[in-house]
């Protein structure tokens, strides 16, 4: 632990992962709590500030005029049908539509306020802030520490990272269990075990945002209620914006949700994504303002 | 018929065609070991051909394969495996050139080996790259022989490492060529290495290109890369036409030697294939 402590007196260094250290300011997980009212959670920092995104594949429009805060420390939930777009969506987060070749992005993405999209920004350099988990984990054919050093040594830090290894591997509620086989192939350890390491591996960049696209899709119950402890537990220190299929988990874990439907086009063929309603998820649960979010959230749709 | 009179004749047809090709095989196998085993001798290694049967061995040969082997390693593979990674993660497919190189790269792997051979000799042994009659010009134009298909055995091990893979990379903040040498490299070598094992274990049998670009019949001395050569197909080639039956059993034995380096090449495919497989 004295690492941990020395990194937080260090100010070069950002604080954020350290927080883990016995000395956790037990009042601000009050405040991120659930149930936050929407003033409050509306007065943290916006981290992303999107306004009038749209979406294309090639000819195809998927998403629509979407507009959109999300702010720190904030559990934030996308819901909808399938194939309505939250997937595209959320990597508009870290630009990982650059990597589809047909893939249109246009509108504003701000990240702190600073244009995401801009000629001059880096998605490299975005992608090393604003980490991502997938809907399938994704180990990589290596041990189960390299999986973790992947990340920092990429950047090329060789540095202390026998520590962060570690300390990744404990925020991620993994620690105990592999802690004796790190040599490991990553592809032998069991489907949930191998997505809370796919979840180190993102923390040990050091992002300050973790995009969660469907975490626990391919996870039994006990692997999933994992997870969302863990999703519970970030948040004192990240930004969370999680894409989910399961409206209970939403409901344990987000404090904003947004509901996206598909939409048809003038031409009535034409469908795309658009953002219906957006609010905190205590509200959006039971008192929807739009009519198809309450079908879709009382089970009469999708 | 019956459906299950139908589905034993088609397992009838199939043994058939396993039993001529097998039976074939083991037949020629049986004969060339029958008529060899005499001649493989000490003698055939270490001594250089002759016109005198008894004293004639294949050693400048044998070595000269070898080396081919050994060139061809190093200058097939690498070519071969950076052109793969270019077409597979570099190169934007809606490109008229890349879709050319790519054509064409499939059409080469189906040129007859005797063209390459007309090949080497207009270019690399005279013309412009005039190298001359040397072993050198053999491992250039068996290299040019066995890229197409070093090619597209290492396409395709680098396609078969999952996108999910690459995305994972690229999301935690790796560059293009990280991805690339960190990830997908590591991850496609068992593929690459069979495939290019097996393709240079097909090309060290080659005799026609060679014979072509004038590998000579009888050489005394061991070979050097810049020198005059044979090759172990080569010589065999020249021993069957000779008119004596002791040659015929040279010949034979020659077969055997070569048999041997093919197989125990694609046994060390085998080998790293089993070794490295990776189940995702
Ligand atoms: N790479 C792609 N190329 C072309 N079209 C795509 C691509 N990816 C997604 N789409 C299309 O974009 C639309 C939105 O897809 P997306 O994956 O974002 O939906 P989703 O809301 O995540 O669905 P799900 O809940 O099933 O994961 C779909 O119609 C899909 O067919
Ligand atoms: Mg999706």
């Known amino acids: 632990m004295t690492q941990m402590e020395s990194e937080q007196i260090a100010p070069t260094t950002r604080p954020r992962l350290s927080a883990d250290s016995p000395s956790i300011d037990s009042g601000r997980i009050a405040e991120v709590s659930l149930g936050t009212p929407r003033e409050e959670i509306e007065r943290r920092e916006r981290v992303f500030h999107v306004d009038d995104l749209d979406v294309s594949y090639g000819d195809n429009l998927v998403l629509r005029d979407v507009s959109i805060d999300i702010f720190e420390h904030t559990v934030t939930a996308f819901i909808g049908p399938s194939g309505c777009g939250k997937s595209t969506f959320i990597r508009c987060f870290n630009r990982m539509n650059d990597l589809i070749p047909n893939a249109r992005v246009t509108g504003t993405v701000e990240y702190h306020g600073r244009d995401l999209y801009a000629r001059v920004v880096d998605p490299v350099e975005v992608r090393r802030r604003i980490g991502m988990v997938f809907q399938k984990p994704n180990p990589f054919p290596k041990s189960i520490y390299d999986n973790v050093a992947f990340g920092p040594r990429v950047l090329g830090t060789k540095h202390g990272l026998d520590e962060r290894v570690e300390r990744c591997l404990r925020r991620a509620a993994l620690w105990d269990e592999v802690k004796n086989r790190l040599g490991d192939s990553a592809l032998s350890l069991s489907g949930g075990q191998q997505q809370r390491l796919c979840i180190a591996r993102a923390l040990a960049t050091e992002p300050d945002v973790l995009l969660m696209d469907e975490p626990a899709s391919a996870l039994d119950p006990i692997a999933t209620a994992a997870i969302e402890d863990l999703m519970r537990e970030l948040k004192r220190d990240y930004t969370i914006i999680v894409v989910t299929h399961n409206m209970q988990q939403a409901a344990r874990v987000a404090d904003l949700t947004a509901f996206f439907s598909v939409e048809l086009g003038e031409d009535g063929v034409d469908r795309h994504g658009v953002l219906v309603e957006y609010d905190t998820t205590t509200k959006l649960f039971t008192q929807p303002a739009d009519r198809r979010t309450e079908d879709y959230v009382t089970g009469r749709f999708g | ?280």
């Open chain 2, 1 to 280: 018929m019956s459906r299950r009179t139908k589905s034993r004749l088609f397992v009838a047809a199939m043994m058939l065609c396993l039993g001529v090709s097998f039976g074939t095989l083991a037949w020629l196998l049986v004969t060339t070991l029958i008529d060899g085993i005499p001649a493989l001798s000490q003698q055939l290694f270490i001594d250089p051909p002759s016109t005198v049967a008894e004293e004639a061995g294949a050693r400048p040969a044998i070595l000269a394969t070898v080396y081919l082997a050994a060139l061809l390693l190093l200058m097939a593979v690498p070519v071969g495996v950076l052109t793969a990674i270019y077409l597979e993660e570099y190169a934007r497919k809606e490109r008229w050139y890349n879709r050319l190189l790519e054509l064409n790269i499939q059409n080469l792997a189906a040129v007859p080996s005797i063209v390459y051979g007309i090949l080497g000799l207009a270019f690399v042994v005279r013309g412009p790259v005039s190298v001359g009659r040397v072993l050198l010009a053999g491992a250039i134009i068996l290299t040019l022989l066995v890229l197409p298909t070093v090619i597209i055995a290492s396409r395709e091990a680098i396609r078969a490492v999952p996108g999910s893979i690459r995305q994972g990379g690229y999301a935690l903040g790796a560059t293009k060529w990280q991805v690339v040498s960190r990830q997908v490299l590591p991850a496609s070598i068992p593929g690459i290495a069979t495939g290019s094992i097996l393709a240079l274990s097909r090309a060290v049998g080659e005799t026609a290109p060679l014979l072509l670009i004038g590998a000579l019949q009888y050489v005394a001395f061991d070979p050097t890369i810049l020198g005059a050569f044979t090759a172990l197909p080569v010589q065999i080639y020249t021993w069957v036409k000779l008119p004596d039956p002791a040659f015929q059993t040279l010949a034979a034995a020659g077969i055997i030697v070569l048999l041997a380096i093919v197989l125990s090449m694609n046994a060390i495919a085998i080998f790293l294939r089993n070794r490295y497989r990776q189940t995702w």
